[in-house]
């Protein structure tokens, strides 16, 4: 079974950044769809930003002008670069491929177990 591996969390202070990186933990044929969600304590998760496989990108309006996703085909990596952050920014954070773990499969979704987000002085 294919595991997604975070990396990148911890504690900043506000105005800080941080960089999230995300990997598969085996060979995967192809990713569509990348994306980046956060869950807060006792909120629900929510979709931070995404990117297609066109490089086509979205984001939440709270992170709008702050965070960056971007993708590696090559590596099948999708990170998100993460300035000016925010006390409100603090969650955990999910990354999420649509892949196809081999040709003849189907896309299907996969997740990662999360990284820490704290910002706080």
């Known amino acids: 079974q294919v595991q997604l591996v975070e990396s990148g969390g911890g504690l900043v202070q506000p105005g800080g950044s941080l960089r999230l990186s995300c990997a598969a933990s085996?060979?995967?044929?192809?990713?569509?769809?990348m994306g980046w969600y956060r869950q807060a304590p006792g909120k629900e998760r929510e979709l931070v930003a995404g990117?297609?496989?066109?490089?086509?990108?979205n984001y939440a309006d709270s992170v709008k002008g702050r965070f960056t996703i971007s993708r590696d085909n090559g590596k099948k990596m999708v990170y998100l670069q993460m300035n000016s952050l925010k006390p409100e920014d603090t969650a955990i954070y999910y990354c999420?491929?649509?892949?196809?773990?081999?040709?003849?499969?189907?896309?299907?979704?996969?997740w990662g177990q999360g990284t820490q987000v704290t910002v706080s002085s």
């Open positions: 990117i297609t496989s066109g490089g086509s990108t």
């Open positions: 999420y491929y649509n892949a196809r773990y081999r040709l003849y499969t189907t896309p299907k979704d996969y």
């Open positions: 085996e060979f995967i044929f192809s990713v569509n769809n």
